[in-house]
């Protein structure tokens, strides 16, 4: 499954990519999140990878975030390994004037096992989480 979401964020380029950059304020936008557990590499960089906690209702889902591509400010690009579901995510961050940036993710899913399922009956989910950490993150930004 392959989608995209993008929102214009009142914000010049810099502070949403510093914002962005900064692993104490995934908390701000990332609803559910728990913690950030550093594995290998160089902290944030490219080969990184860390483990991510979140809270999803009453389930605690573990992932694993290995980055692939920093080239900030521009593009920030990730894959997240979870039980049954492998997630490539593109960040990618434009300069709309010097007020307003364009924020714009695209998503690929990989399902295996019940997650196929999942993946299959409810794939609005999944864009609907995507949308809402845009909707959030803006929020933050231009608190």
Not at 3 to 20: G, L, M, R, T
Not at 53 to 65: A, Q, S
Not at 92 to 108: G, H, R
Not at 137 to 143: I, N
Request: charged share 25%; glycine share 6%.
């Amino acid at each position: 499954m392959k989608y995209s979401c993008e929102i214009i964020i009142d914000s010049p380029i810099q502070e949403v990519v510093a914002k962005f950059d900064n692993i104490d304020n995934m908390k701000e936008w990332m609803n559910g999140f728990q913690s950030y557990e550093h594995l290998s590499g160089e902290i944030g960089e490219v080969g990184a990878t860390a483990k991510m906690t979140f809270l999803m209702g009453k389930r605690e889902i573990e992932m694993i975030e290995t980055i692939t591509v920093k080239n900030l400010p521009t593009e920030f690009s990730a894959i997240y390994d979870a039980n049954g579901v492998h997630n490539i995510v593109k960040n990618f961050f434009n300069v709309i004037d010097e007020n307003k940036t364009l924020y714009k993710t695209d998503q690929e899913f990989q399902f295996t096992g019940f997650m196929k399922l999942i993946g299959f009956l409810f794939p609005s989910a999944f864009k609907k989480q995507s949308k809402k950490y845009l909707t959030d993150f803006k929020a933050f930004v231009e608190r």
